[in-house]
């Protein structure tokens, strides 16, 4: 059984403040690893991709991705209130085409 | 920015009824694909469809469940004879190529009565 773990949280920062969101997967074949950002009644948005072992950086976002402990993360620097929705972590096998998702982490981030 | 769109936004359905969930994934997108969210679960897989043929499903995409790209642009779910445990939102996604980002469409969500 392949699984995706996340906290569910909620997770709560203060605005401006560093958010650490974690993910570890199960499966070892896993080759590709993105974040998604779900708002309330809405659809997952691709915030990052990451393939290869160690950090990405696009903007306010880090993804950290270490295959041999199978542990991706999600840095958002300065968050915003407007970041407060639930992230999800989703892992994509070589060769296989569908995503599995984690139940994803809800975070908070307060004015 | 290319998106993906789907339609309708939201249907209600009768026991038993065929439903027709509508997508229209981004135009040079090769792979598209089919999930489903249960209000307070995971998203989880359902199908995906590359070169006009179904290239892998889960155990949730049963005989009820029929996809179809009937033109260069569309891209269906068909549900059979729906089911109360259907009732869900239903998310069309579609990516370039293999193992690239899938990108999502803003759901349909489906009530099953």
């Known amino acids: 059984q392949k699984e995706v773990e996340q906290n569910s949280g909620p997770l709560s920062v203060p605005e401006g403040a560093i958010a650490s969101l974690n993910c570890t997967y199960s499966?070892?074949?896993?080759?590709?690893f993105f974040w998604y950002r779900q708002y309330s009644g809405k659809s997952p948005e691709l915030i990052m991709s990451i393939y290869s072992n160690g950090d990405k950086e696009d903007g306010r976002f880090t993804a950290q991705l270490n295959k041999a402990s199978q542990y991706v993360s999600l840095l958002i620097r300065d968050s915003q209130p407007s970041d407060s929705a639930t992230y999800l972590c989703?892992?994509?096998?070589?060769?296989?085409?569908?995503?599995?998702f984690g139940t994803g982490t809800r975070l908070l981030v307060s004015p | 920015e290319p998106e993906v769109t789907q339609t309708p936004s939201h249907q209600v359905t009768q026991m038993g009824q065929e439903v027709i969930l509508r997508c229209v994934p981004i135009?040079?997108?090769?792979?598209f694909y089919w999930y489903r969210q249960i209000l307070g679960q995971k998203v989880e897989f359902l199908v995906s469809?590359?070169?006009?043929?179904?290239?892998?499903k889960s155990e949730i995409f049963d005989d009820q469940f029929s996809v179809e790209r009937p033109d260069g642009s569309n891209f269906t779910l068909k549900i059979r004879s729906t089911k109360l445990e259907d009732s869900a939102m239903y998310f069309c996604?579609?990516?370039?190529?293999?193992?690239?980002?899938?990108?999502f469409g803003p759901g349909t969500r489906l009530t099953v009565l």
């Open positions: 469809f590359y070169n006009n043929e179904i290239s892998e």
């Open positions: 499966d070892r074949v896993s080759q590709s």
């Open positions: 135009s040079n997108h090769l792979y």
């Open positions: 996604a579609s990516a370039e190529d293999l193992d690239n980002e899938q990108f």
């Open positions: 989703a892992v994509m096998g070589t060769g296989f085409q569908k995503l599995v």
